[in-house]
T-cell receptor, first 111, second 117 residues
Framework: KAGVTQTPRYLIKTRGQQVTLSCSPI?????VSWYQQTPGQGLQFLFE???????NKGNFPGRFSGRQFSNSRSEMNVSTLELGDSALYLC??????????FGQGTRLTVV | AQKITQTQPGMFVQEKEAVTLDCTYD???????LFWYKQPSSGEMIFLIY??????QNATEGRYSLNFQKARKSANLVISASQLGDSAMYFC??????????????FGAGTILRVKS
């Protein structure tokens, strides 16, 4: 079984731009969660999608958004990038509410 | 509000010895789940062990065991027979509510473990 796949692995963007990150969950998993990891704030929950609906949302500004497609693949989008958005973005997939599978992450650098 | 506290920023352990990584949590929910993850320098989060709040026995997974003390709200990770490959960052996390409420986890700040040969 293929694991959780995140693309791209690395990304460099300029302030003010927008970015889209992709996450393909393990086959059969309907839940996809996103987390942001920074040295200052640690790991913070962004949002979770289940069967194409946002089920949970963290405390992030509206610049952060996401969606999930019918095949459970998920994307997150950050608009009007700020330097503070530089982070490792981790995606995790789950079949039954048990969060055991994370992707390798997308490392975003905003310059 | 949920809170996970990991009081040890860094730990050293001699190879083949056991080590305990501390985790305390704060929640007013009766139903919750506690997780431990390992994050090597590559960045991927690796699930290690899970303890449900209603589980009566401490969870064990190979060399990992969770010392769950509900009254003290602690969920310490014990790694037995440490190996050089155990050197990594370790995170304790909590899901408030049952699994049916989804996968919103709150993470602690982490503990860096270094295994010495």
């Amino acid at each position: 079984k293929a694991g959780v796949t995140q693309t791209p692995r690395y990304l460099i963007k300029t302030r003010g731009q927008q970015v889209t990150l992709s996450c393909s969950p393990i086959s059969g998993h309907r839940s996809v969660s996103w987390y942001q990891q920074t040295p200052g704030q640690g790991l913070q929950f962004l949002f979770e999608y289940f069967s194409e609906t946002q089920r949970n949302k963290g405390n992030f500004p509206g610049r952060f958004s996401g969606r999930q497609f019918s095949n459970s693949r998920s994307e997150m989008n950050v608009s009007t990038l700020e330097l503070g958005d530089s982070a490792l973005y981790l995606c995790a997939s789950s079949q039954n509410g048990f969060l055991a599978f994370f992707g390798q992450g997308t490392r975003l650098t905003v310059v | 509000a949920q809170k996970i506290t990991q009081t040890q920023p860094g730990m050293f352990v001699q190879e083949k010895e056991a080590v305990t990584l501390d985790c305390t949590y704060d929640t007013s929910d009766q139903s919750y789940g506690l997780f431990w993850y390992k994050q090597p320098s590559s960045g991927e989060m690796i699930f290690l062990i899970y303890q449900g709040s209603y589980d009566e026995q401490n969870a064990t997974e190979g060399r990992y065991s969770l010392n769950f003390q509900k009254a003290r709200k602690s969920a310490n990770l014990v790694i037995s027979a440490s190996q050089l490959g155990d050197s990594a960052m370790y995170f304790c996390a909590m899901r408030e509510g049952g699994m049916e409420y989804g996968n919103k986890l709150v993470f602690g700040a982490g503990t860096i473990l270094r295994v010495k040969s």
